[in-house]
């Protein structure tokens, strides 16, 4: 009859409430059932005394408070909900009143949101049942004597065991019997484990449309622009690292659309705003913003100008109001001007040719090819050659290939900005190459080598 009607737990004090339920459900098992009764049978107080003789319990050493738990019947529709595993951040952010957003599209794994980080989910199985019970009680909340209140200490210590001395003749312990539905029996758990923005999916969306000026827009396909809300919803990643993402890609907001410049596009815009540095005779941190829009009126449209140089500047630390360039984004972009593919350049040429190309007063520097070109020592004259990040395959498997195919033998350091989207908080650029890779030394040089 448990089975199907009802389970009861009588709570201890202090107590857990699986575990008193487990002690009656193998109790109750074993206790004579009446065939005739009804089929939504309701527990009475008789019942819970009786069940309590039947296992040998001490009705003293139990609270006062027994809670008869009713499984839901077949027409109780419970399928919405599902039990979902919380670190301390969720729980956190659902505290403060922040939403938790499940992404995911028709081929995607789903991943779960917050404002901040992202989540990879997965179904996993629980051993045991676990009950959803609304308004159950536990513990003190159980009991209405005095003595048995965590608050009294042992104040009362020579109360209660006198009260535990008397004989059941001499003493009637008041009952109270309430009924707790059972919402649903859980099974299975959807658990969460933190990984890195998925951003892929974000860059190949803002490619299908790049911009390359007004007069080649009538090319553009109108429905594949998205605006920020469409993409934020799309990506796999949060509010907080989708914006990073946004910068990542240096993409912008044009006529209510986010959208990236095609690379020669960009690579000309930015070389007249460089230009604009010199010809005002502009030290590097002392850049006028309104002055190098209006310069570049009727060459490019203002919104253009004005978005690329927000995401190349920042504000200037020594002349307030005024900007300075980064140097890695404008040395990231002339260096991808100079190393195109298929070609190969000694480490001297590319170097000299690379520094001649940046405003005076800039520097290039290997740092800033990270994920963009890589220095390749194998051959009989080492040189500097492309390698874009973004090209490679999203596949943990088929990238190693393609990086170990590309170069034979890579340090950590270089292998580092073509592995490390693939690591989480628990498993390292170090941990990953242990598993994909073999590691030999060479002249007190540890390097990487392929598996196979």
């Not at 009680?137 to 001395?165: C, Q, W, Y």
């Not at 390749?376 to 195919?405: H, V, W, Y």
């Not at 900005?417 to 190459?433: A, M, Q, R």
Request: aromatic share 8%; glycine share 4%.
């Amino acid at each position: 009859m448990w089975q199907r009607h009802c389970a009861m737990v009588t709570l201890f004090f202090p107590a857990i409430v699986l575990v008193n339920l487990f002690l009656f459900t193998s109790k109750m098992e074993s206790m004579e059932v009446d065939e005739n009764a009804p089929q939504h049978y309701i527990r009475t107080p008789e019942d819970v005394k009786a069940i309590v003789k039947h296992a040998k319990l001490d009705e003293r050493q139990l609270t006062q408070l027994t809670q008869a738990l009713y499984f839901p019947s077949a027409h109780v529709d419970s399928d919405n909900l599902r039990l979902l595993e919380l670190d301390g951040h969720m729980l956190e952010q659902i505290r403060d009143g922040q939403t938790l957003h499940f992404k995911g599209g028709q081929n995607e794994k789903v991943v779960l949101c917050t404002d901040e980080r992202t989540y990879d989910v997965k179904g996993a199985e629980i051993s045991n049942s676990l009950l959803l019970v609304p308004d159950l009680k536990f513990a003190a909340a159980t009991s209405t004597s005095p003595l048995k209140s965590p608050r009294t200490g042992n104040a009362n210590a020579s109360l209660e065991r006198s009260l535990n001395d008397s004989t059941e003749d001499e003493l009637e312990v008041p009952r109270t019997l309430e009924q707790r539905p059972v919402l649903k029996v859980f099974h299975e758990y959807f658990e969460c484990r933190e990984i890195k923005p998925r951003f892929r999916k974000l860059g190949e969306l803002l490619q299908l449309t790049r911009y390359s000026g007004p007069e080649n827009e009538f090319c553009v396909e109108q429905k594949l622009l998205f605006t920020l809300s469409q993409l934020l919803d799309t990506v796999q990643c949060s509010r907080a690292q989708f914006m990073e993402g946004l910068n990542h890609y240096r993409a912008m907001e044009l006529d209510g659309r986010m959208r990236v410049m095609e690379y020669e596009y960009e690579y000309r815009i930015i070389s007249m705003m460089l230009g604009v540095i010199s010809e005002n005779s502009w030290s590097l941190d002392e850049v006028e913003r309104e002055e190098t829009i209006n310069a570049l009126k009727g060459i490019a449209p203002e919104e253009v100008v004005a978005g690329l140089f927000d995401i190349y500047t920042t504000p200037s630390e020594r002349c307030p109001g005024k900007f300075e360039y980064q140097e890695s984004l404008v040395s990231r972009i002339v260096a991808q001007n100079i190393l195109q593919p298929g070609l190969r350049f000694r480490n001297e040429e590319f170097m000299r040719t690379w520094q001649e190309a940046l405003p005076e007063g800039m520097s290039c520097q290997l740092k800033y090819l990270r994920g963009l070109g890589i220095c390749d020592k194998e051959g009989a004259q080492p040189c500097i050659r492309s390698l874009a990040e973004e090209q490679l395959p999203t596949n943990i498997n088929d990238r190693m290939k393609a990086l170990f195919k590309t170069k034979q033998r890579w340090t950590m350091d270089e292998m580092e900005p073509y592995i490390e989207c693939f690591t989480t908080p628990t498993l390292s650029v170090s941990t990953l190459l242990a598993k994909h890779a073999r590691s030999l030394t060479d002249g007190g040089v540890r390097y990487f080598v392929s598996k196979h």
